[in-house]
Protein backbone atom coordinates (compact mmCIF):
# COMPACT_ATOMS: atom_id res chain seq x y z
CA UNK A 1 0.00 0.00 0.00
CA UNK A 2 2.00 3.32 -0.85
CA UNK A 3 2.83 5.19 1.64
CA UNK A 4 0.19 7.94 1.49
CA UNK A 5 -2.62 5.29 1.89
CA UNK A 6 -1.32 4.12 5.42
CA UNK A 7 -3.46 5.10 8.12
CA UNK A 8 -2.04 4.79 11.87
CA UNK A 9 -4.70 4.22 15.15
CA UNK A 10 -4.60 6.70 17.81
CA UNK A 11 -5.40 4.54 20.48
CA UNK A 12 -5.17 4.40 24.07
CA UNK A 13 -4.23 1.45 26.35
CA UNK A 14 -7.28 -0.02 25.82
CA UNK A 15 -8.79 -0.49 22.52
CA UNK A 16 -12.68 -0.13 21.86
CA UNK A 17 -14.07 -0.55 17.95
CA UNK A 18 -11.48 2.23 16.76
CA UNK A 19 -12.31 2.13 12.98
CA UNK A 20 -14.31 4.90 11.55
CA UNK A 21 -16.53 3.48 8.31
CA UNK A 22 -19.73 5.93 6.90
CA UNK A 23 -21.94 4.81 5.33
CA UNK A 24 -25.46 6.57 4.94
CA UNK A 25 -27.48 4.71 2.43
CA UNK A 26 -29.97 2.21 4.00
CA UNK A 27 -28.08 -1.02 3.18
CA UNK A 28 -25.06 0.35 1.66
CA UNK A 29 -22.36 0.13 4.75
CA UNK A 30 -19.84 -2.90 4.17
CA UNK A 31 -18.47 -4.31 6.57
CA UNK A 32 -19.15 -6.32 9.87
CA UNK A 33 -18.55 -6.70 13.71
CA UNK A 34 -20.12 -6.52 16.68
CA UNK A 35 -19.81 -4.54 20.21
CA UNK A 36 -20.67 -8.40 22.15
CA UNK A 37 -16.81 -8.08 23.78
CA UNK A 38 -16.49 -4.61 23.68
CA UNK A 39 -15.94 -3.29 26.94
CA UNK A 40 -18.46 -0.99 28.48
CA UNK A 41 -15.64 1.63 30.08
CA UNK A 42 -13.14 2.88 27.55
CA UNK A 43 -9.70 3.75 29.14
CA UNK A 44 -7.74 6.42 27.58
CA UNK A 45 -4.65 7.45 28.96
CA UNK A 46 -2.35 9.48 27.19
CA UNK A 47 0.80 7.40 25.87
CA UNK A 48 4.16 8.64 25.81
CA UNK A 49 4.40 11.06 22.86
CA UNK A 50 1.00 10.47 22.01
CA UNK A 51 -1.88 13.07 21.32
CA UNK A 52 -4.77 13.57 21.62
CA UNK A 53 -8.26 15.64 19.85
CA UNK A 54 -10.07 17.42 21.39
CA UNK A 55 -12.95 15.80 23.48
CA UNK A 56 -15.38 18.73 23.90
CA UNK A 57 -15.25 19.82 20.23
CA UNK A 58 -16.21 15.91 19.12
CA UNK A 59 -19.52 16.41 21.45
CA UNK A 60 -20.24 19.54 20.13
CA UNK A 61 -19.15 19.71 16.68
CA UNK A 62 -18.43 16.63 15.61
CA UNK A 63 -20.96 14.08 16.85
CA UNK A 64 -23.89 15.97 15.11
CA UNK A 65 -22.43 15.26 11.56
CA UNK A 66 -22.10 11.94 12.80
CA UNK A 67 -25.80 11.77 13.99
CA UNK A 68 -27.79 14.47 11.55
CA UNK A 69 -29.66 13.16 8.46
CA UNK A 70 -27.68 14.13 5.84
CA UNK A 71 -29.18 13.73 2.02
CA UNK A 72 -27.20 11.76 -0.39
CA UNK A 73 -25.28 13.70 -2.92
CA UNK A 74 -26.67 10.81 -5.59
CA UNK A 75 -30.15 11.88 -4.15
CA UNK A 76 -32.38 9.17 -2.59
CA UNK A 77 -33.44 9.22 1.43
CA UNK A 78 -30.86 10.66 4.02
CA UNK A 79 -29.64 9.03 6.46
CA UNK A 80 -27.25 9.25 9.55
CA UNK A 81 -23.67 7.13 10.63
CA UNK A 82 -25.52 6.11 13.86
CA UNK A 83 -28.68 4.58 12.27
CA UNK A 84 -29.54 0.37 11.96
CA UNK A 85 -27.86 -1.01 9.44
CA UNK A 86 -24.72 1.23 9.09
CA UNK A 87 -22.90 2.08 12.29
CA UNK A 88 -25.68 1.56 14.97
CA UNK A 89 -23.96 -0.05 18.07
CA UNK A 90 -26.66 -2.92 18.38
CA UNK A 91 -27.60 -3.08 14.68
CA UNK A 92 -24.71 -1.79 12.33
CA UNK A 93 -23.19 -3.24 9.82
CA UNK A 94 -21.01 -1.02 8.22
CA UNK A 95 -17.57 -2.04 9.69
CA UNK A 96 -16.07 -1.72 13.52
CA UNK A 97 -17.41 2.04 14.33
CA UNK A 98 -20.34 1.71 16.58
CA UNK A 99 -22.32 4.53 17.45
CA UNK A 100 -24.97 5.22 20.28
CA UNK A 101 -26.46 7.37 18.54
CA UNK A 102 -29.01 8.46 21.65
CA UNK A 103 -25.87 9.11 23.81
CA UNK A 104 -26.51 12.40 25.95
CA UNK A 105 -24.27 15.14 26.12
CA UNK A 106 -21.65 15.11 29.00
CA UNK A 107 -21.00 17.69 32.05
CA UNK A 108 -17.46 18.67 30.94
CA UNK A 109 -16.74 19.49 34.48
CA UNK A 110 -17.00 16.11 35.62
CA UNK A 111 -13.36 14.10 36.01
CA UNK A 112 -11.82 12.21 33.50
CA UNK A 113 -12.69 8.62 34.91
CA UNK A 114 -16.30 9.56 35.04
CA UNK A 115 -16.55 11.01 31.64
CA UNK A 116 -14.36 8.15 30.00
CA UNK A 117 -17.50 5.65 31.46
CA UNK A 118 -19.90 7.52 28.63
CA UNK A 119 -21.37 6.79 25.61
CA UNK A 120 -20.32 9.51 23.99
CA UNK A 121 -16.59 8.92 25.22
CA UNK A 122 -16.88 5.62 24.03
CA UNK A 123 -18.57 7.31 20.15
CA UNK A 124 -15.26 10.05 20.60
CA UNK A 125 -12.75 6.80 20.95
CA UNK A 126 -14.09 4.85 18.18
CA UNK A 127 -14.23 8.09 15.72
CA UNK A 128 -11.11 9.33 16.41
CA UNK A 129 -9.15 5.53 16.33
CA UNK A 130 -9.99 6.57 11.93
CA UNK A 131 -7.96 9.95 11.90
CA UNK A 132 -4.23 10.91 11.83
CA UNK A 133 -3.68 13.41 14.30
CA UNK A 134 -2.64 16.67 12.51
CA UNK A 135 -3.22 15.03 9.21
CA UNK A 136 -6.93 15.31 8.07
CA UNK A 137 -6.56 14.19 3.99
CA UNK A 138 -4.70 11.58 5.75
CA UNK A 139 -7.53 10.18 8.01
CA UNK A 140 -10.46 8.07 6.82
CA UNK A 141 -12.67 9.73 9.18
CA UNK A 142 -12.95 12.22 6.04
CA UNK A 143 -11.54 10.24 3.22
CA UNK A 144 -14.20 7.50 3.63
CA UNK A 145 -17.35 10.08 3.07
CA UNK A 146 -15.71 11.56 0.14
CA UNK A 147 -14.52 8.33 -0.84
CA UNK A 148 -11.29 9.67 -1.59
CA UNK A 149 -8.49 7.42 -2.27
CA UNK A 150 -10.30 4.62 -0.25
CA UNK A 151 -13.57 2.42 -1.00
CA UNK A 152 -16.67 3.30 0.99
CA UNK A 153 -19.38 0.91 1.02
CA UNK A 154 -21.80 3.58 1.46
CA UNK A 155 -20.39 5.68 -1.65
CA UNK A 156 -19.95 9.18 -1.38
CA UNK A 157 -21.27 11.11 1.22
CA UNK A 158 -20.07 14.28 1.05
CA UNK A 159 -20.83 16.03 -2.07
CA UNK A 160 -17.11 18.04 -1.98
CA UNK A 161 -14.28 18.45 0.22
CA UNK A 162 -15.78 22.24 1.21
CA UNK A 163 -18.75 21.09 2.50
CA UNK A 164 -19.33 22.58 5.61
CA UNK A 165 -19.36 19.43 7.63
CA UNK A 166 -16.13 18.18 6.42
CA UNK A 167 -14.35 21.44 7.12
CA UNK A 168 -15.85 20.54 10.83
CA UNK A 169 -13.93 17.31 10.92
CA UNK A 170 -11.06 18.73 9.32
CA UNK A 171 -10.79 21.24 11.65
CA UNK A 172 -10.63 18.64 14.25
CA UNK A 173 -8.33 17.01 13.30
CA UNK A 174 -6.47 19.40 12.62
CA UNK A 175 -5.97 21.17 16.01
CA UNK A 176 -4.89 18.12 18.41
CA UNK A 177 -4.58 18.95 22.50
CA UNK A 178 -0.88 20.09 23.04
CA UNK A 179 1.31 17.21 23.43
CA UNK A 180 1.25 16.22 27.17
CA UNK A 181 -2.00 16.66 27.41
CA UNK A 182 -5.07 14.96 27.45
CA UNK A 183 -8.48 15.37 25.49
CA UNK A 184 -10.28 17.03 28.29
CA UNK A 185 -7.18 19.93 28.05
CA UNK A 186 -8.16 23.23 28.58
CA UNK A 187 -6.87 24.14 25.53
CA UNK A 188 -10.12 22.69 23.50
CA UNK A 189 -11.42 25.83 24.40
CA UNK A 190 -9.78 27.53 21.33
CA UNK A 191 -11.34 25.40 18.89
CA UNK A 192 -14.82 27.81 19.59
CA UNK A 193 -15.70 31.25 19.30
CA UNK A 194 -15.55 32.61 21.86
CA UNK A 195 -13.03 30.07 23.28
CA UNK A 196 -16.09 28.51 24.99
CA UNK A 197 -16.44 24.67 25.09
CA UNK A 198 -20.02 25.18 26.06
CA UNK A 199 -21.41 28.22 24.68
CA UNK A 200 -18.92 29.18 21.70
CA UNK A 201 -19.60 28.24 17.79
CA UNK A 202 -17.77 25.69 16.21
CA UNK A 203 -14.43 26.83 14.56
CA UNK A 204 -13.55 25.70 11.15
CA UNK A 205 -10.58 26.49 8.54
Known amino acids: MPGAMKRRRNLGAVAWVPSMVWALLAGGCGGGGTLDNAPTIVNGPLAAGQQKLSFAYFQRCVFPVLTTPIPSPAGGTSNT ?9 VTGTGGALR ?9 LTLDAAT ?7 KNYYSAMGETVIGQPEQSRLVDKPLVRGVLHGGGIVFASATD ?10 SHPMP ?13 FAPPDPVAGACNTP
Open 81 to 89: CASGGCHDN
Open 99 to 107: LVGGATPVD
Open 115 to 121: IRATDMY
Open 164 to 173: PRVLVLEYWI
Open 179 to 191: QGQDEFSAAGAAL
